[in-house]
Nanobody, 120 residues
Framework: QLQASGGGLVQAGGSLRLSCAASTRTFSTYTMGWFRQAPGKERDVVAGITRDNIKYYSNSVKGRFTISRDNAENTVLLQMNSLRPEDTAVYYC????????????????WGKGTQVTVSS
């Protein structure tokens, strides 16, 4: 089970930190990721982090967002800085076995989303 939190309303240029708590004893073995979905749009990958701590970012967030994981706390974080109105979406935490994938269809487990709204 994945539980995401930390969403909210922020002005453009502001920051938010999303957190995802996983209830599994084998958290450290999973590749973890964050996706987002805006109304009427596809669910797109934002960032991912492998069990070996290799990080991936979409081009749209590179340099602004940072993904990290804490295996002792079974948590994955997404620090979002310099937020823009186009970052507005529902953000989802996800987990998968094996290698990282940019396709949401290849991820095994999903949490409920958390809304992020960036006002201009």
């Amino acid at each position: 089970q994945l539980q995401a939190s930390g969403g909210g309303l922020v002005q453009a240029g502001g920051s938010l930190r999303l957190s995802c708590a996983a209830s599994t004893r084998t958290f450290s073995t999973y590749t973890m990721g964050w996706f987002r979905q805006a109304p009427g749009k596809e669910r797109d990958v934002v960032a991912g982090i492998t069990r070996d701590n290799i990080k991936y970012y979409s081009n749209s967030v590179k340099g602004r967002f940072t993904i990290s994981r804490d295996n002792a706390e079974n948590t994955v974080l997404l620090q979002m800085n310099s937020l823009r109105p186009e970052d507005t979406a529902v953000y989802y935490c996800a987990a998968k076995t094996g290698v990282y994938s940019g396709s949401h269809q290849r991820w095994d487990y999903w949490g409920k989303g958390t809304q992020v709204t960036v006002s201009s």
